[in-house]
């Protein structure tokens, strides 16, 4: 079975321009990495896991902020890697500069055999659509483009 994630397609109308709210991986292989490094708030729940609370809880761990609203399911995609992710949206409006996100540990640098504590996200924004297109991962676009077909 392939693995699985969930994530929150987080938008908002500012001025009758719709934004997404997107995060940028932490850690030093992404440190350099800006567009097409970008993803919605997301990670990999168990297959009986409830994929909407897994979502919820995935923004939490990332942003250190709750989400909640009318939750729409999106199609699923599937990413390069063979994972299928499963993304909800829902309009809401956070503080992308206040976000607060847990920590992953691996060794870096490679073979030192020291352990280090990176940020699973280390920053968020507010993007247009053309922004996002071109800021998310190429696998997630169908995402973005799926909000921008739904009559909001």
Wanted: aromatic residues 10%; hydrophobic residues 35%.
């Amino acid at each position: 079975m392939p693995r699985q994630s969930a994530g929150i397609l987080l938008y908002r109308k500012l001025n009758n321009i719709i934004q997404v709210f997107l995060v940028h991986p932490g850690g030093p292989f992404w440190k350099n990495k800006d567009d097409g490094a970008w993803s919605i708030p997301k990670g990999e729940y168990e297959s009986d896991e409830d994929p909407l609370e897994a979502a919820k809880r995935e923004f939490y761990e990332e942003t250190g902020q709750y989400i909640d609203g009318e939750f729409i399911a999106l199609k699923p995609i599937k990413q390069k890697s063979g994972k299928i992710v499963q993304a909800y949206l829902v309009e809401g409006d956070i503080d992308a500069a206040n976000i607060k996100s847990n920590l992953f540990e691996m060794e870096w640098p490679p073979k030192s055999g020291k352990m280090q504590s990176f940020p699973e996200v280390d920053r968020a924004g507010w993007f247009t659509i053309g922004e996002a297109k071109v800021k998310i991962n190429m696998g997630q676009v169908g995402l973005v483009e799926e909000l921008t077909n739904s009559p909001l």
